[in-house]
Each structure stands twice: as structure tokens, then as C-alpha cells.
T-cell receptor
Framework: GQNIDQPTEMTATEGAIVQINCTYQ??????LFWYQQHAGEAPTFLSY????GLEEKGRFSSFLSRSKGYSYLLLKELQMKDSASYLC??????????FGKGNQVGVIP | DTGVSQNPRHKITKRGQNVTFRCDPI?????LYWYRQTLGQGPEFLTY????????KSRLLSDRFSAERPKGSFSTLEIQRTEQGDSAMYLC????????????FGDGTRLSIL
């Protein structure tokens, strides 16, 4: 496997900032996707990093360090609807995604 | 954009039966992927098609599993002689190519083996 390592659960209050970390194996690595998955629903695409650095999309930002095999997803100005699982998915080979277990984020008022 | 469509949404069957799932990808997408997801885990890659060619299969895909994409549009995933351990959500995703384009997922087929 690609040894995707993500912490499993965290809780934060509305308006807060949370950072979700992910480490992965670098051999054969193409790029890294982040997905959001609400309970009982399909994963939805959030962001993609192929080069080192930070990609910002509204309240969500994602960072990649290819040499360190490390990425993080930053969620700003948390809203209740952000309560979901966040999946780190490095891409290998034919864009085969190797998902981690996901990080369950719970947002409380 | 109608999104990725999967049928059926739920399938309950007895152990030993055969089941077949269908996936209709986003129409202009040439790449199609099947994943399996169990509770508390992320999706696991099963197989990948580029147009009608099956280019990659996971070692998770035992000989009881077969997938096809005969005309490069919709795909089917068949499981023969189902076992308890096959109970999972089966997710289909599609993307355009070449390069690493985002994969768009369907709502999945939830399989329950009695």
C-alpha cells in the first residue's frame, strides 16, 4: 500500500481554523487530491496539488511538500456544514487514488 | 452535467448469489474507476478503464470480480458467488484525461450480503 497516514477525528467550533495533515509514500507519486465526504454520500473534490506550495480556494487551502511526502488541508471560518470526513488521496500510476481513512471533523456551535 | 450515475443504490442478496452493478460516467469522461469503501475506511481502488480498455486491476479484485466497459461509456461490475466480506459501498468515479484530472464520484451501490 501507499501508507497514507491521517489523524482520525477532531472537533472545532464554528468560525475556527483547523488543519488536517497527511503523509504518503513518494515513490510513483503524481499529485495529491483532497476530498470531502458527508456521511452516506459520495466523496466530492476539494483541491489538487501537484507542485510544492499552497493552493487556495475560498475557505479551503491545501499545501504540498513533495520531498517530505506531506500535505495539509486548511479549513478556515468553519461552518456547521463543514462537519464531514476529509480524505487525503495521493495519485499513483494511472491516476489511481490511494485514500487514507479520512479525518472526521465535527463542528460545534 | 448530470454527474456519475450508479444503479442500483442498494442491493441485498444472499451469500453465494451473483450481483451486477452499473455505472454511467459523465458523458465526456474517457476514464472510469471502481472503488470499494467499508465503514470507517477510505475508498480502496479496484480497477481502472481508459475508454473500453481495462488498464489496471488491484490485487483486491479476486477472480470472483469482473468489470467491463464494452463501448467505452457505461461500465458494469459483477461479483460472483458473493461472500460476507463483499458487503461494502461500491463507488464509481470518472474523469477526463490525460493528466491527473479530478475524479467525480457517483453515489455508490451499497451491497449487503445476508
Amino acid at each position: 500500500g501507499q501508507n497514507i497516514d491521517q489523524p482520525t477525528e477532531m472537533t472545532a467550533t464554528e468560525g475556527a481554523i483547523v488543519q488536517i495533515n497527511c503523509t504518503y509514500q513518494t515513490s510513483g507519486f503524481n499529485g495529491l487530491f483532497w476530498y470531502q465526504q458527508h456521511a452516506g454520500e459520495a466523496p466530492t473534490f476539494l483541491s489538487y496539488n501537484v507542485l510544492d506550495g499552497l493552493e487556495e480556494k475560498g475557505r479551503f487551502s491545501s499545501f504540498l511538500s513533495r520531498s517530505k511526502g506531506y500535505s495539509y488541508l486548511l479549513l478556515k471560518e468553519l461552518q456547521m456544514k463543514d462537519s464531514a470526513s476529509y480524505l487525503c488521496a495521493p495519485s499513483y500510476g494511472n491516476n489511481r487514488l490511494a485514500f487514507g481513512k479520512g479525518n472526521q471533523v465535527g463542528v460545534i456551535p | 452535467d448530470t454527474g456519475v450515475s450508479q444503479n442500483p443504490r442498494h442491493k441485498i442478496t444472499k451469500r453465494g448469489q451473483n450481483v451486477t452493478f452499473r455505472c454511467d460516467p459523465i458523458s465526456e469522461h474517457n476514464r472510469l474507476y471502481w472503488y470499494r469503501q467499508t465503514l470507517g475506511q477510505g475508498p480502496e481502488f479496484l480497477t481502472y478503464f481508459q475508454n473500453e480498455a481495462q488498464l489496471e486491476k488491484s490485487r483486491l479484485l479476486s477472480d470472483r470480480f469482473s468489470a467491463e466497459r464494452p463501448k467505452g461509456s457505461f461500465s458494469t461490475l459483477e461479483i460472483q458467488r458473493t461472500e460476507q466480506g463483499d458487503s461494502a459501498m461500491y463507488l464509481c468515479a470518472s474523469s477526463s484525461g490525460p493528466g491527473n484530472q479530478p475524479q467525480h464520484f457517483g453515489d455508490g451501490t451499497r451491497l449487503s450480503i445476508l
